[in-house]
């Protein structure tokens, strides 16, 4: 016994590619565990003039509801939305790190980053979290929406390993809830609508996810995105009612 463990340590210490193709299939396969059980509802609808950006409140801990008013969309600054699926400690962390390193980069360039800049930072800092050996990788999606200086909007999408694709139409992500919006959107999304429709069908969506999926739940938030700024035009709440379905005698 005491040889064969001499062997295998040997193994891993003259080849580290052995230890590190055996961190990336497990780093892999928790990254795959954690989609679609991230327990919530984000969601970013491209119009004509401007950008909707929506999430649901709840948060959970497994089948545990934690949180009844989790805020996973929140202006980061004057020009930028983000919303976070995933472990709401890395969602907050990255709300922290991202508009202070978009500060320093403006410092320094003394101009403001792009939306699309701040979307590759974004990326970048993902990727990081998620191959830099860790007992606990960071697990988390994000959308990024905001405007440019020369009035345009934007928004991207950046997945849990770091990946960014720019959305020109709508995207949710990998919540929980993502398989029941996208089939929404799929069928009532219409390419140039306004932000007013989009509102309406931020809103459907929403529901639609909190009417059948278990991680998402307890309200919505609603912002939209154009050249006039950043504004919240949706805040509710889902309240639980409990009524008899006929009359009884008791």
């Known amino acids: 016994m005491k040889s064969n463990s001499r062997k295998v340590y ?19 396969q928790e990254l795959k565990n954690s989609i679609l059980k991230t327990g919530t509802t984000i969601l970013g609808i491209v119009c004509k003039d401007g950008v909707v950006m929506a999430s649901d409140r709840q948060s959970t801990a497994g089948t545990i509801v934690m949180n009844k008013n989790s ?13 976070g699926t995933g472990m709401v400690s890395d969602i907050q962390r990255i709300a922290k790190i991202l508009p202070a390193e978009l500060r320093l980069k403006e410092l320094k360039s003394k101009s403001r980053p792009t939306v699309k800049h701040a979307s590759s930072l974004l990326a970048n800092i993902s990727y990081s979290g998620i191959r830099n050996p860790s007992m ?17 909007t934007e928004l991207y999408s950046i997945e849990p390993a770091g990946s960014v694709v720019k959305v020109d139409d709508y995207d949710a992500n990998f919540g929980s809830g993502m398989p029941y919006v996208l089939g929404l959107l799929e069928r009532q999304y219409k390419p140039g609508l306004s932000v007013k429709d989009g509102i309406e069908l931020a809103k459907e969506s929403i529901k639609s996810s909190t ?6 739940g307890y309200g919505l938030d609603i ?17 639980s009612e409990y009524k008899n379905k006929s009359p009884q005698n008791f």
């Open 223 to 239: 912002f939209t995105i154009t050249k006039e700024g950043i504004k919240k035009v949706v805040d509710q709440e889902i309240i």
């Open 211 to 216: 009417q059948r999926d278990i991680g998402s």
């Open 10 to 28: 040997k193994i891993l210490f003259f080849n580290p590619y052995i230890l590190s193709d055996s961190m990336d299939i497990k780093m892999d």
């Open 71 to 83: 805020e996973k969309t929140k202006q980061i600054n004057d020009y930028l939305l983000i919303s």
């Open 136 to 152: 606990i990788p960071q697990q988390a999606g994000f959308l990024l929406g905001g405007f440019n200086e020369d009035g345009t």
